[in-house]
T-cell receptor, first 116, second 118 residues
Framework: GAGVSQTPSNKVTEKGKYVELRCDPISGHTALYWYRQSLGQGPEFLIYFQGTGAADDSGLPNDRFFAVRPEGSVSTLKIQRTERGDSAVYLC??????????????FGPGTRLTVL | AQKITQTQPGMFVQEKEAVTLDCTYDTSDQSYGLFWYKQPSSGEMIFLIYQGSYDEQNATEGRYSLNFQKARKSANLVISASQLGDSAMYFCAMREASRTGTASKLTFGTGTRLQVTL
């Protein structure tokens, strides 16, 4: 079956521009996560959705970052007024419903964002 | 405070040998999960193995096993019979169960780069 997909795979933009990154989770997965991975680091949590609502957005670095999941499936991460420090790989993951919240997260291939 | 610590930035192992990648964690929760992911140079995160905090047996998945020592708060990954294709970054991660029983985020360590040599 299809895994988590992310588009675009690469995005190059100029400082100050607006970007949207898209994530298509595995069908039937209710939880969706966004992480950011800077060079040489582990992924860092940004936000996660349970269905349509953001259950935890404590990892968003500032108000330039916003994410939506209007129908409980596809999610879009939006970054306004991009800065060079936003350059990273943005990873999306999804997990199926389950008890205790300890289910495995399945990751997409990521979007490499470069801000010039 | 760092929740997941991986103290080995890089490791070398000869093909067919076993290697242990270290991971220690910090949590005050009783219920949590520990994960290991592999990230090859292509960038995708590949799930390897999972250990629940209440699991009494160490988890095993093929050539991967997790040496879980709860009192020491360590969850080391053991790869047996290393193969050239095992060369990659390896991340340890923890997931603490949310109070509402819903899903919750993963907290990752900084990773260990494993290089398998002939």
């Amino acid at each position: 079956g299809a895994g988590v997909s992310q588009t675009p795979s690469n995005k190059v933009t100029e400082k100050g521009k607006y970007v949207e990154l898209r994530c298509d989770p595995i069908s039937g997965h209710t939880a969706l996560y966004w992480y950011r991975q800077s060079l040489g680091q582990g992924p860092e949590f940004l936000i996660y959705f349970q269905g349509t609502g953001a259950a935890d957005d404590s990892g968003l670095p500032n108000d330039r970052f916003f994410a939506v999941r209007p129908e409980g499936s596809v999610s879009t991460l939006k970054i306004q007024r991009t800065e060079r420090g936003d350059s990273a790989v943005y990873l999306c993951a999804s997990s199926p419903p389950g008890t205790g919240g300890l289910n495995e997260q399945f990751f997409g291939p990521g979007t490499r964002l470069t801000v010039l | 405070a760092q929740k997941i610590t991986q103290t080995q930035p890089g490791m070398f192992v000869q093909e067919k040998e076993a290697v242990t990648l270290d991971c220690t964690y910090d949590t005050s929760d009783q219920s949590y999960g520990l994960f290991w992911y592999k990230q090859p140079s292509s960038g995708e995160m590949i799930f390897l193995i999972y250990q629940g905090s209440y699991d009494e047996q160490n988890a095993t998945e093929g050539r991967y096993s997790l040496n879980f020592q709860k009192a020491r708060k360590s969850a080391n990954l053991v790869i047996s019979a290393s193969q050239l294709g095992d060369s990659a970054m390896y991340f340890c991660a923890m997931r603490e169960a949310s109070r509402t029983g819903t899903a919750s985020k993963l907290t990752f360590g900084t990773g260990t780069r494993l290089q398998v040599t002939l």
